[in-house]
């Protein structure tokens, strides 16, 4: 049974963060915003802002360190994080919608490598995708996929 959501809350967009402590409210589960500086949220339900330092990976590290298997899970879209939880049996999801499990963490992680090999070569340029309502709502179907699976 989840009983407490940690979000990877630097790169997480606020519609997602609104709607987590708003969901996590009605099935009274904690909510922990992890980041190195305070995070916005517009909800007025609680939640818990932790902020690390300002080191590399502190946040990751922070959740790393408290996250507990079968009862927790992460939102990160960091793929090296997602990884590691993965590897230690953390429930983790993407604010995309994705589930991370072993095998498709893998496949992302050898995407991510091949894009950066691509971007060093200078045969690619970088570009930052929007966060529309279709990604929005696939997140939204997974958190509540995720939960119900995990009751």
Sequence with gaps: ??????????????KVRNHVVDYSAK????VFFVANKKIECQSKNPF???????QKDS???YIF???KSGSDLVITKDIVFADRLVQNGIITINDRGTEF????????LSERDFNLQLAQM??????HEGYDQ???EKFCNCLDRVIIKNM
């Design 122 to 127: 200078g045969l690619s340029k970088s570009y």
């Design 134 to 136: 279709k990604k929005f």
């Design 48 to 54: 818990n802002m932790i902020i690390t330092d300002t």
């Design 101 to 108: 499990t072993k095998e498709i963490i893998k496949e992302r």
């Design 65 to 67: 360190e408290h996250v």
């Design 1 to 14: 049974m989840i009983t407490n959501i940690w979000i990877d809350a630097d790169s997480c967009p606020l």
């Design 27 to 30: 099935k009274g589960i904690k």
């Design 59 to 61: 946040a990751d590290n």
